[in-house]
């Protein structure tokens, strides 16, 4: 209680606003101001009125902070709480794949650097990859999809785009399993099964539904089921539950732990408004250039 009574007090101090992602912990979910997936932040933080904000999430997250409000103070309560995932692709490594294929327009998932988000013609999330090539693109470009493959390939089935794919991945995400989803639906018969579209083919392929992490927030909001079984990073089941109190989860994979996401904690958070460190600094180069693909992002 006092910790969380000191950060509500230097919040009101800085004129700052907490952003929490759906996989952190659960005391950190409860102390921020909005929590959600990285659309839903991303555009928290391009539609803040606050001088600071803290976000609670991995590194990535908080550069799109940044590079949507150039004019606030981002604040990142662990510095090194990194997206394996965004560390398997270089800006560097990223032009090299366009000179490979000239005349390739260049759609890159939000988990991603800013240098990266720099070289691409367009950003999307999870939830709208699928709409963003449908409509941010011509029928016949040639698309560069990076850096998550299974993403790529859930969207390809999705929309019949072939991709030029980067393979990268995330490592929780890959945890899960198709034996995972077999072993749950003899323990739960009849219980619809939601997995994000991180999973590997073999799980979004045989999953009854395929859900960005907000998308499941919604859509259990709006099912009239009492249960469901939930595969993706299990920070996610506090919010659900907190959400649906009425309701029954079980976590597909209970190895799905993010090590990253779960760096943040309430002392953290403290400490970073006492401080006011460690600020995240994009240069005005890169902010501009990649400003532009997110912008596309946020439109669809």
């Known amino acids: 209680m006092e910790l969380t009574e000191k950060i509500g007090r230097l919040k009101k101090e800085r004129n700052a606003v907490i952003l929490a992602h759906n996989y952190q912990l659960p005391e950190v979910q409860d102390i921020a101001d909005f929590v959600g997936d990285s659309l839903g932040l991303s555009i928290q933080a391009s539609r803040t009125n606050a001088d600071v904000i803290v ?6 997250m908080a550069e ?3 590079i949507l409000s150039p004019d606030k103070t981002v604040i990142i309560p662990d510095r090194n709480a990194g997206c394996p995932m965004a560390d ?3 800006a560097e490594d990223l032009r090299r794949v366009k000179a490979e294929h000239p005349g390739a327009r260049v759609l890159c998932y939000v988990n991603t650097t800013a240098e990266v988000k720099a070289e691409c013609d367009a950003c999307c999330t999870s939830g709208n990859a699928e709409r963003v090539v449908r409509e941010a693109f011509d029928k016949d470009d040639e698309i560069i999809f990076a850096p998550d493959q299974y993403l790529a390939h859930y969207v390809s089935s999705r929309s019949g785009r072939q991709f030029i794919r980067w393979h990268g991945f995330c490592p929780t995400h890959l945890k899960i399993l198709p034996e995972d989803i077999e072993r749950e639906r003899m323990r739960h018969p009849g219980v619809e099964v ?23 927030v919604r859509y259990i909001g709006e099912s009239q089921d009492r249960e469901f079984i939930v595969g993706t990073e299990t920070g996610i089941l506090h919010r659900l539950k907190k959400e649906n109190p009425d309701r029954l989860f079980h976590s597909l994979c209970e190895k799905a732990i993010c090590p990253n996401m779960k760096r943040t904690t309430l002392e953290k958070v403290l400490w970073s408004l006492e401080d006011m460190k460690d600020e995240v600094i994009v240069p005005p180069d890169i902010m501009a250039r990649a400003r532009k693909s997110l912008e596309i992002m946020l439109r669809h």
């Open 88 to 90: 398997m692709i270089t």
């Open 194 to 216: 939601l997995v994000h579209p991180e999973c590997r083919a073999e799980v979004t392929d045989i999953a009854d539904r395929v859900l960005s992490t907000e998308g499941m």
């Open 55 to 60: 976000f609670c999430g991995v590194y990535f």
């Open 64 to 66: 799109t902070a940044k």
